[in-house]
């Protein structure tokens, strides 16, 4: 259900509209944005892809200055489908590393999640984990692998990342690897609880629901692999957004993703635990500990994997991978 607030109030007036399919502690960055500029901020949350098609649908009657989304092939496919303008902004340019925004300036990346490999520190011994996505589709994995289903994004994204890598027919043979060896859940969550029950031995998750987990039970028996650390690097979603074709006040909305992108990045990134995409930010305390920061991350340009996303369920599809 899609649900209507606001938060702070302007002096002067001033509002900014903001669509949002991000929901993790999202309400906190528009208080302290209010708080900060005495801009009203009006919100509406829901599924990433309603909140594409109302605004496509609402046309210059949107009220959405700003839509926030996540995984890079929903910030793709908003820009294809013209919700967004280009801009031009020294600070996004500057705060943002290019491979993390759109070339044409229509989206930028504001947090980053690495989708990473998992396991049962009770039942695996960390020399036996496997570091490649590739190496779970051997069948020494055979009913020890959890794996997200074929409908998520991120699972789609990761699928992308792997075909830029390797090529499609690659990665089907993989999938198909995959499909063989694995327990399919419906969220990372989840899998996280199956493990942690002793019900799974290796997984792929994003980090920061492992983080969630953790700060709640520092005991739970889960430890994190950075996955193809001597290859291209584990594979790096954002979330991120852009001013929209049809923003009342244009200046305004990019002043805010500039916000997002520098003064507002720890507020951002902080109740969610992902990483700033500002190289400048310091990660918050719990993933900087536990899970570190000096790590390989796959250099592939946010806009090329959006790009491949229906190449990813494509291939997902033809190997059987649910």
């Keep these: ?148 289903n074929a409908s998520n994004d991120y699972q789609q994204s990761l699928v992308a990342s792997m075909i830029a890598a390797e090529g499609e027919d690659t990665a089907v043979a993989v999938l198909e690897g995959w499909a063989s060896n694995a327990e399919i859940f419906a969220n990372d969550v989840a899998i996280l609880d199956a493990m942690a029950a002793g019900a799974c031995e290796i997984a792929v998750v994003n980090h920061y629901y492992l983080a969630q987990m953790l700060a709640e039970d520092p005991d739970a028996p889960i430890g994190l692999l950075w996955a193809e650390q001597d290859g291209r690097g584990v594979h790096v979603n954002i979330s991120g957004g852009g001013v929209t074709r049809y923003a009342d006040d244009i200046p305004l909305a990019q002043q805010f993703l500039e916000w997002l992108a520098t003064d507002g990045q720890d507020t951002l990134v902080a109740a969610n635990h992902e990483y700033p995409a500002n190289p400048a930010v310091d990660a918050e305390p719990l993933i900087r500990d536990t899970f570190g920061t000096d790590f390989k991350r796959d250099q592939l340009r946010a806009d090329v994997l959006g790009s491949l996303n229906a190449d990813a369920v494509r291939a997902m599809d033809a190997a059987g991978f649910g």
């Excluded at 910030?75 to 919700?83: N, P, Q």
């Excluded at 801009?87 to 070339?103: C, K, M, W």
């Design 1 to 148: 259900m899609v649900l209507v607030a606001g938060c702070g109030g302007g002096g002067d007036g001033e509002t900014l509209t903001v669509y949002s399919g991000r929901h993790y502690g999202i309400e906190t960055a528009f208080e302290a944005w209010s708080e900060e500029s005495g801009v009203s901020v009006q919100f509406l949350t829901g599924n990433d892809a309603e909140l594409r098609e109302r605004i496509a649908a609402e046309g210059d009657e949107t009220e959405a200055d700003v839509y926030l989304t996540v995984d890079a092939g929903n910030l793709w496919a908003s820009a294809e489908d013209g919700i967004f303008q280009p801009l031009e902004s020294t600070v996004l340019d500057e705060s943002i590393p290019a491979e993390l925004r759109d070339e044409q300036g229509r989206w930028f990346g504001l947090a980053v999640r690495a989708r990473t490999i998992v396991y049962n520190t009770d039942l695996v011994d960390p020399a036996d984990v496997p570091t490649t996505y590739e190496e779970l589709a051997d069948e020494t994995y055979d009913g020890r692998l959890c794996l997200r």
